[in-house]
Structures are given as structure tokens and as C-alpha cells.
T-cell receptor, first 116, second 116 residues
Framework: DAGVIQSPRHEVTEMGQEVTLRCKPI?????LFWYRQTMMRGLELLIY????????DSGMPEDRFSAKMPNASFSTLKIQPSEPRDSAVYFC??????????????FGPGTRLLVL | AQKITQTQPGMFVQEKEAVTLDCTYD???????LFWYKQPSSGEMIFLIY??????QNATEGRYSLNFQKARKSANLVISASQLGDSAMYFC?????????????FGKGTSLLVTP
């Protein structure tokens, strides 16, 4: 089975530009999570979805960030406008459920974003 | 307050030796899950092992085992017979249920270097 797929793997953009990160979860997984990793703050949750519905977006830093999940196999994280402090590695993860080992979250390879 | 504490920023171990990476957690929720992930220099987050709060036995996965001491709120990762490929960052994470949502709270990580 294919794991979580993210694209692009690397993104370099200029301040003020729109950035869209994409994620395809593992087939059959009902939960999708977006995390951000920085040296200063470590790994932190931005938002997660259950059956395509956003459940908790309290980690989204500000209105410049938005996330959607139009169907069970695709999600996007958009930053508009981007700022240098958004530079980080963005991970998408998915899990099958919330009971026992089914709650294990499997991570994609991440998108390394650099905003100049 | 820090939910997950990893007190060892860096560890060294000789090849073929066993190593223990420490993790303590803080929660008042009776139902929670504990995870360990490995992040090699390539950047991906690789799931290693899971322990549920109600599991009676310590989790094991190949060379990885989790020393779960519920009363002490510790979930140390033991890697037996270390290999050079085990050199990586290791993150302990906890999922709390209920009102806390189902996001993972990560520790700051321990950098492990396996020497020949």
C-alpha cells in the first residue's frame, strides 16, 4: 500500500506569494492531520479532519492559513500571503481511527517550505 | 505546561549495544496513547511503536520495546542491538482523548548517534 503522499517535496517562494501544499492520505483512513515542524516550536498540530470535516483548527496560526479536504483522498493547506516566518517542514499524517493501535498516525514525507 | 518531556537532547551508543531513550508524560486523562517516532536526517517521520494506556503488557516491535510505567508516567523506548542506521532523532508523543482532541503532542526529541 502506498503511504501518505505529499507534494511538492520542496517549495521556495517569495514573501507575499500564495503557497498550496497537497496531501493524499492512506486509502481507508478516516483522519487526516496537518503538522508543522520548526526548530523553535518543534512539531505542532495545525488542523485535523475526520471524514473530510475539519474538527480542530485551533492550531492554525492565523487567517493566512486555510485547509480543505474536498474528498477522502485529497487535502490542501494554503498560505496566502506567505511570510518568511512560515518557513518550516509541513507534514500531513493520516490514521484509520481512534481505538487502540488504529489511532496510529502515519506521516507523509513532508514539504520543506522556504519563504524568502 | 509541557505534556511530553524528553530529558536527553543527545545520546551515544555503540553498535550492537542496547539504549534507552527517556520519555515522561503529563495527563489526567485515563485514556491516552503513547507513540515513538524516528526521524532520520532525510526528514521523514517513521512510526516505531504504540502503547495504549489500558494495555497490560509493554509493547514490542522487533528491536523496539516500550518500557511503560504508568504510575511514574514514563514511556521509555528501548532499542536493542543498535545498528548504525538507528542514528536519528527520536520523538515521543502522546494522544489524549476527549476534550483535548486527538492531536499528538510531541516531545522535543532525542538525537541518537550509533557509533561503530
Amino acid at each position: 500500500d502506498a503511504g501518505v503522499i505529499q507534494s511538492p517535496r520542496h517549495e521556495v517562494t517569495e514573501m507575499g506569494q500564495e503557497v498550496t501544499l497537497r496531501c493524499k492520505p492512506i486509502s481507508g483512513h478516516d483522519y487526516l492531520f496537518w503538522y508543522r515542524q520548526t526548530m523553535m516550536r518543534g512539531l505542532e498540530l495545525l488542523i485535523y479532519f475526520n471524514n473530510n470535516v475539519p474538527i480542530d483548527d485551533s492550531g492554525m496560526p492565523e487567517d493566512r492559513f486555510s485547509a480543505k479536504m474536498p474528498n477522502a483522498s485529497f487535502s490542501t493547506l494554503k498560505i496566502q500571503p506567505s511570510e518568511p516566518r512560515d518557513s518550516a517542514v509541513y507534514f500531513c499524517a493520516s490514521s484509520h481511527g481512534l481505538a487502540g493501535s488504529q489511532e496510529t498516525q502515519y506521516f507523509g514525507p513532508g514539504t520543506r517550505l522556504l519563504v524568502l | 505546561a509541557q505534556k511530553i518531556t524528553q530529558t536527553q537532547p543527545g545520546m551515544f551508543v555503540q553498535e550492537k549495544e542496547a539504549v534507552t531513550l527517556d520519555c515522561t508524560y503529563d495527563t489526567s486523562d485515563p485514556s491516552y496513547g503513547l507513540f515513538w517516532y524516528k526521524q532520520p536526517s532525510s526528514g521523514e517521520m517513521i512510526f516505531l511503536i504504540y502503547q495504549g494506556s489500558y494495555d497490560q503488557q509493554n509493547a514490542t516491535e522487533g528491536r523496539y520495546s516500550l518500557n511503560f510505567q504508568k504510575a511514574r508516567k514514563s514511556a521509555n523506548l528501548v532499542i536493542s542491538a543498535s545498528q548504525l542506521g538507528d542514528s536519528a532523532m527520536y520523538f515521543c508523543a502522546m494522544r489524549e482523548g476527549g476534550d483535548s482532541g486527538y492531536a499528538l503532542n510531541f516531545g522535543k526529541g532525542t538525537s541518537l548517534l550509533v557509533t561503530p
